[in-house]
């Protein structure tokens, strides 16, 4: 028998944030897989029952309570100082499996919960982070938003802990206040087993030390690039994971600007489609089982090279000819690489990065 939990329709990001908050939750021994369709997912567990998964979800949302709080109020900012004790009331009372069981049996076991949420429902308006999109409406600054969109204390509360535990913030240097948010989320089916493998790895230490070495770089790299120099670090596994799962993979980014220390603002909203850059990294690894040269590992110190000689220019020509695989786009980038680093390792790097041509 198989539980079915839907998310919402809240659109793609609160959705997948919501998404993950749940599945983050589960222990390593629950099987499900998730599919992803027009903006909603439908989580489908093997052999547990709602009052089983509301148990696991309450003991997440104790075990890290603080931990959200510190990250999205305290650290990152994204969440004012003025909502931290609504969040925090929201938070709690999820920490009652029962109440989770109960708002789940009356909204998330059909698809179509977001219908009777939003632009005229009179709940928690939702906050920034969490429905960025929001913003996409309105040009350049703004502080305030004209429409109530309201949402209900489950979505709220999932969501805080998908934010949590699956976007990559990649921090600017003090003083700037701003952060970008990356959240690789996808269409189509996945297993169970590959999704907790990622989150796992997005919280690991390999990449708290990239996005470290990134952060001097954040102002001056489109969040883009930043994206695909992150995806490098990758174990090679879960990058052929993704790249072969049944879905389409994409990094939607946020960059928040917190101002006069507490206003939230949004600066930009993107979804970059990020399957044709994990081919040209699966081809990369196939190149180095004939020719045992690890080109994964040479792109990786490359690009750090550049990083830190703020060679944005060569930087963004690398990652733009590794999603094109054109030419010119070579030629742009083997020039600008062997201009920043001179011959040595970064033309023997660019001779290989040519076999990447061959692919159409
Ligand atoms: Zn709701």
């Known amino acids: 028998m198989e539980l079915k939990i839907f998310t919402p329709g809240h659109g793609f990001f609160m959705d997948s ?5 749940l599945v ?12 992803g369709t027009a903006g909603f997912f439908e989580i489908e567990i093997e052999g547990e029952t709602l009052q089983e998964v509301a148990n696991f979800l309450a003991g997440d949302i104790e075990m890290y309570l603080e931990n959200i709080i510190e990250h999205l109020v305290n650290n990152l900012r994204v969440v004012q100082k003025g909502s931290q004790k609504r969040l925090k009331s929201y938070l709690d009372s999820h920490k009652n499996p029962d109440a989770i069981a109960e708002s789940f049996e009356k909204n998330y076991m059909l698809p179509g919960h977001a219908q009777r949420e939003g632009r005229y429902y009179k709940g928690q308006h939702v906050w920034l982070p969490f429905y960025p999109h929001i913003g996409k409406y309105f040009a350049g600054e703004y502080r305030y938003l004209p429409v109530n969109y309201g949402v209900c204390p489950t979505c709220v509360t999932l969501a805080a802990l998908g ?8 921090r600017y240097m003090p003083p700037k206040s701003a952060s970008h948010i990356i959240l690789l989320s996808f269409e189509g089916e996945i297993s169970g087993e590959i999704l907790a493998r990622m989150l796992t790895f997005i919280r690991g230490d390999a990449l708290t030390e990239l996005i470290n070495k990134l952060r001097p770089a954040a102002d001056s790299l489109p969040v883009s ?10 174990t090679s596994s879960l990058i052929r994971d993704l790249y072969e799962s049944k879905a389409i993979w994409s990094a939607l980014s946020t960059t928040f600007d917190v101002i006069r220390g507490q206003v939230v603002q949004i600066r930009g909203y993107d979804n ?3 399957d044709r850059y994990l081919s040209s990294l699966v081809f990369l690894m196939r190149t180095d089982e004939k020719y045992n040269i690890d080109p994964l590992k ?24 590794m999603n094109t695989r054109s030419y010119m786009d070579l030629y742009v980038a083997v020039r600008q ?3 920043a680093l001179g011959e040595g390792p970064g033309k023997i790097f660019c001779e290989e990065l040519a076999c990447l041509t061959q692919l159409t």
């Open 298 to 321: 040479r792109l990786g110190e490359i690009t750090e090279d550049l990083i830190r000689k703020k060679e944005t220019a060569a930087t963004e020509a690398l990652y733009k000819f």
């Open 225 to 234: 690039t930043l994206t695909y120099v992150l995806l490098t670090r990758f």
């Open 272 to 274: 970059v489609s990020i």
């Open 17 to 21: 944030l919501i998404m993950y908050g």
């Open 163 to 170: 934010f949590y535990k699956a976007t990559i913030p990649i």
């Open 337 to 339: 690489i062997i201009k």
């Open 24 to 35: 983050s939750a589960f222990p390593q021994d629950v099987k499900y897989h998730v599919s």
